[in-house]
């Protein structure tokens, strides 16, 4: 059996309780978290423990998974652990990937230990859609439509500005811009025009909603490069109408080969988006555990892993019955 850590417990860790849970190949040694222990109750009855005892389970965890925030907590936490652990996270600022694949690849290194980063479902799953669809389609365009849905990283990255009591954000796509690259067109679009950001903020009492709502829609990545909105609501409001957590979306690839016009396209629809990126999580620490096995070390990307590594089946049942 495959020993999981979970760090952090929010949504996502318990996605990816849920996830450890089902999987026959794996079970929970402890959660961890920077809250009190004893205010945390589990779905499974996992045992929960302080971020500040981590160390003393290295001989009793295989991969930890980090479930933390990607604004300020991976990009510190994931190289931290690295060191000392294999980890997982679903680290989701596309334009600070390198930078944090160069961090955890030296901690992993020095530690002997696999890092793979960014496994969500995108970056994650709709990575290998893109690398895949060009791969084939090398004379064209790809395109990322996300949502309608919420993004956890967006709505953590609000939570955090002073003044705001919660939050969440739902991406939206332009749907006519999608109808373009559907019919066959190779448009060029800004990010504006692809997609709309819709924040529902909760303030604190007595706070600046004006400071808020700039803060929000002039944050670098997050909400900068898109048209904003942002309607501020009580707390049973966003209690009542933005309890769940959807999301998806698709990856198209318009492309020409000799004269014939080609589109491939790979689509997400998410009832809980963080119970599926906690499954895709687990389903890479399964392939951290072997990777590791095998004397590799270093960050990774779902790009590194081999497919069947993030399977339970045999090479014997994915020839029969998937290839």
Same mark, same amino acid.
């Given at each position: 059996?495959?020993?999981?850590?979970?760090?952090?417990?929010?949504?996502?860790?318990?996605?990816?309780?849920?996830?450890?849970?089902?999987?026959?190949?794996?079970?929970?040694?402890?959660?961890?978290?920077?809250?009190?222990?004893?205010?945390?109750?589990?779905?499974?009855?996992?045992?929960?423990?302080?971020?500040?005892?981590?160390?003393?389970?290295?001989?009793?965890?295989?991969?930890?998974?980090?479930?933390?925030?990607?604004?300020?907590?991976?990009?510190?936490?994931?190289?931290?652990?690295?060191?000392?652990?294999?980890?997982?996270?679903?680290?989701?600022?596309?334009?600070?990937?390198?930078?944090?694949?160069?961090?955890?690849?030296?901690?992993?290194?020095?530690?002997?230990?696999?890092?793979?980063?960014?496994?969500?479902?995108?970056?994650?799953?709709?990575?290998?859609?893109?690398?895949?669809?060009?791969?084939?389609?090398?004379?064209?365009?790809?395109?990322?439509?996300?949502?309608?849905?919420?993004?956890?990283?967006?709505?953590?990255?609000?939570?955090?500005?002073?003044?705001?009591?919660?939050?969440?954000?739902?991406?939206?796509?332009?749907?006519?811009?999608?109808?373009?690259?559907?019919?066959?067109?190779?448009?060029?679009?800004?990010?504006?025009?692809?997609?709309?950001?819709?924040?529902?903020?909760?303030?604190?009492?007595?706070?600046?909603?004006?400071?808020?709502?700039?803060?929000?829609?002039?944050?670098?990545?997050?909400?900068?490069?898109? @048209? #904003?909105?942002?309607?501020?609501? /009580?707390? =049973?409001?966003?209690?009542?109408?933005? *309890?769940?957590?959807?999301?998806? $979306? +698709?990856?198209?690839?318009?492309? @020409? #080969?000799?004269?014939?016009?080609? /589109?491939? =396209?790979?689509?997400?629809?998410?009832? *809980?988006?963080?119970?599926?990126? $906690? +499954?895709?999580?687990?389903?890479?620490?399964?392939?951290?555990?072997?990777?590791?096995? =095998?004397?590799?070390?270093?960050?990774?990307?779902?790009?590194?892993?081999?497919?069947?590594?993030?399977?339970?089946?045999?090479?014997?049942?994915?020839?029969?019955?998937?290839?």
């Amino acid at each position: 059996m495959i020993r999981i850590g979970i760090v952090g417990y929010g949504n996502l860790g318990r996605g990816v309780e849920s996830a450890v849970n089902h999987a026959e190949d794996m079970e929970l040694a402890a959660v961890f978290t920077r809250r009190d222990p004893s205010g945390v109750e589990t779905l499974t009855a996992a045992p929960v423990m302080a971020y500040s005892e981590i160390d003393k389970m290295q001989d009793a965890i295989d991969v930890l998974i980090i479930c933390g925030g990607s604004a300020t907590d991976l990009p510190e936490t994931t190289p931290e652990l690295a060191a000392k652990f294999n980890v997982i996270d679903s680290f989701d600022t596309h334009a600070n990937i390198p930078e944090h694949y160069a961090n955890v690849d030296k901690a992993a290194k020095a530690g002997g230990k696999v890092g793979i980063i960014s496994c969500g479902w995108d970056p994650g799953y709709f990575s290998i859609a893109r690398l895949y669809a060009e791969a084939a389609l090398p004379n064209g365009e790809s395109y990322t439509f996300w949502g309608r849905g919420v993004s956890q990283g967006h709505s953590d990255a609000i939570r955090r500005i002073e003044g705001v009591k919660d939050a969440r954000q739902y991406t939206v796509p332009i749907e006519s811009a999608l109808d373009r690259v559907r019919a066959g067109e190779h448009p060029e679009f800004t990010a504006r025009e692809m997609h709309l950001r819709d924040c529902y903020v909760v303030a604190e009492e007595g706070a600046d909603l004006e400071a808020i709502e700039q803060a929000i829609k002039t944050m670098p990545n997050y909400f900068e490069p898109y @048209d #904003t909105t942002v309607t501020f609501i /009580t707390q =049973e409001e966003l209690d009542r109408d933005h *309890s769940g957590l959807p999301h998806g $979306g +698709s990856v198209l690839r318009a492309g @020409d #080969t000799g004269g014939y016009n080609n /589109t491939v =396209e790979f689509s997400l629809n998410l009832e *809980s988006n963080p119970f599926f990126t $906690g +499954s895709i999580l687990t389903a890479a620490a399964r392939a951290a555990y072997i990777m590791n096995s =095998e004397g590799q070390c270093g960050a990774k990307t779902l790009f590194d892993v081999p497919p069947a590594y993030l399977s339970t089946h045999t090479r014997e049942d994915l020839l029969a019955h998937m290839l």
